[in-house]
Each structure stands twice: as structure tokens, then as C-alpha cells.
């Protein structure tokens, strides 16, 4: 089969940025592949070095290099290693601009990957915020965005885990304020 019906996000975490790389690909047998966790880690460091911030056009990207490697070449020696349809959809990079600002991140039905710091799922999210709060209520924002289809009006939206409790006041009430944040998903909603 030449159709692609799983997708999987990566999320890399260093000491001042987040990285995402979303990929798609034709079964969910592959994500448990070592090439295939190699590639999504090494895209996710790419973009951590290439010193962007925000959504990265993928054009772009696939331009960056780990190992004197651009992206695309990998992308292309992992397709033929394990012949599978693999296809780099997004990426995303958030860094932090001052020591007043943290992030959190979260991995739905996570992938085991050895390597540090980096993980792998069908559902990742990544929010940046201003101010150093604590980190539970930071993850817990997180798995909000990770778990919510609709990311409109974020901090209007009754949080997933309480629904007595806006986003917003959650953050007012923790001392949050959200820069930005990203949602790759296995299924768009």
C-alpha cells in the first residue's frame, strides 16, 4: 500500500527550546522501528539548531542538517532502509527568550525511544509560557492542548481535566501566561 494512515509527532526537550516534528506514515508497525525513531529525533535536533522559532515551513526545514545530513536526505535513507511511505509533515520550534519564561510538553500514547529527553506519539503538544509556575499545571495545560481539537479562543475553553475551570483562569491563578503553543496529531480535527 501506497497511502499514508498513521502519523506520529516527536518532541524533543533541551535546556531553552521544544522542538516538534510531525511525520506520517502507511502503518503504525513502523513508529516502533529504531530508523524510524533515528530519523524523527534526528529532525527534532535539526530544528532545534536551526535557531528558529515558531512553525517552520516544511520546504524549509527539510533543508536543515543533523550530522552534515539535511532532513530530506535522511527522510529519504530512512524510506529506503525500511521501505515504508514516510512523509515530514510540520515542525515546530519554541524557545525560550528570557530566564522568566518555561515550557511543557506532552506525548499521547507514547512510542519507547532510547534516546534522552525525546519523545514519540500519536498526540504531542508543546506550550511556551511566560513565567515560572509550577510545572504540573504547566503539563496539565499541555495535555489540554493535546486532547482539544478545536485550539481557537485557547484560554476561553473549559479545561479538559476540569471542566469547571477556563484555561485562562488556570493560568491567571498559576502564574501563566502562554506565549505560544503547538498540537501535532495522529488524526486532524
Given at each position: 500500500?501506497?497511502?499514508?494512515?498513521?502519523?506520529?509527532?516527536?518532541?524533543?526537550?533541551?535546556?531553552?527550546?521544544?522542538?516538534?516534528?510531525?511525520?506520517?506514515?502507511?502503518?503504525?508497525?513502523?513508529?516502533?522501528?529504531?530508523?524510524?525513531?533515528?530519523?524523527?529525533?534526528?529532525?527534532?535536533?535539526?530544528?532545534?539548531?536551526?535557531?528558529?522559532?515558531?512553525?517552520?515551513?516544511?520546504?524549509?526545514?527539510?533543508?536543515?542538517?543533523?550530522?552534515?545530513?539535511?532532513?530530506a536526505?535522511?527522510t529519504?535513507d530512512?524510506?529506503?532502509?525500511l521501505?515504508?511511505?514516510?512523509?515530514?509533515?510540520?515542525?515546530?520550534?519554541g524557545?525560550?527568550?528570557?530566564?522568566?519564561q518555561?515550557?511543557s510538553?506532552?506525548?499521547?500514547?507514547?512510542?519507547p525511544s532510547e534516546?534522552?529527553?525525546?519523545?514519540?506519539?500519536a498526540i504531542?503538544?508543546?506550550?511556551?509560557?511566560?513565567?515560572?509556575?509550577?510545572?504540573?499545571?504547566g503539563?496539565?495545560?499541555?495535555?489540554?492542548?493535546?486532547?482539544?481539537?478545536n485550539?481557537?479562543?485557547?484560554?476561553?475553553?473549559?479545561?479538559?481535566?476540569?471542566?469547571?475551570?477556563t484555561?485562562?483562569?488556570?493560568?491567571?491563578?498559576?502564574?501563566?501566561?502562554?506565549?505560544?503553543?503547538?498540537?501535532?496529531?495522529?488524526?486532524?480535527?
Amino acid at each position: 500500500s501506497s497511502g499514508i494512515n498513521a502519523e506520529y509527532g516527536g518532541v524533543l526537550c533541551g535546556p531553552h527550546s521544544v522542538s516538534m516534528v510531525s511525520v506520517q506514515c502507511e502503518t503504525d508497525f513502523v513508529a516502533k522501528n529504531s530508523k524510524f525513531i533515528d530519523l524523527i529525533h534526528q529532525a527534532s535536533l535539526a530544528v532545534q539548531a536551526s535557531q528558529k522559532n515558531g512553525c517552520i515551513a516544511t520546504a524549509e526545514a527539510l533543508t536543515f542538517a543533523y550530522n552534515d545530513l539535511k532532513i530530506a536526505d535522511l527522510t529519504l535513507d530512512t524510506v529506503g532502509s525500511l521501505a515504508e511511505n514516510i512523509q515530514l509533515k510540520s515542525f515546530y520550534c519554541g524557545r525560550l527568550q528570557s530566564e522568566n519564561q518555561s515550557y511543557s510538553s506532552y506525548i499521547h500514547r507514547k512510542t519507547p525511544s532510547e534516546h534522552s529527553n525525546f519523545s514519540l506519539g500519536a498526540i504531542g503538544s508543546a506550550v511556551v509560557f511566560e513565567g515560572l509556575g509550577d510545572p504540573a499545571i504547566g503539563k496539565t495545560i499541555a495535555q489540554h492542548v493535546a486532547g482539544c481539537g478545536n485550539l481557537t479562543d485557547l484560554l476561553s475553553q473549559p479545561l479538559l481535566q476540569d471542566e469547571s475551570v477556563t484555561v485562562g483562569e488556570l493560568c491567571r491563578t498559576n502564574n501563566f501566561k502562554i506565549i505560544d503553543y503547538y498540537r501535532a496529531c495522529a488524526i486532524d480535527s
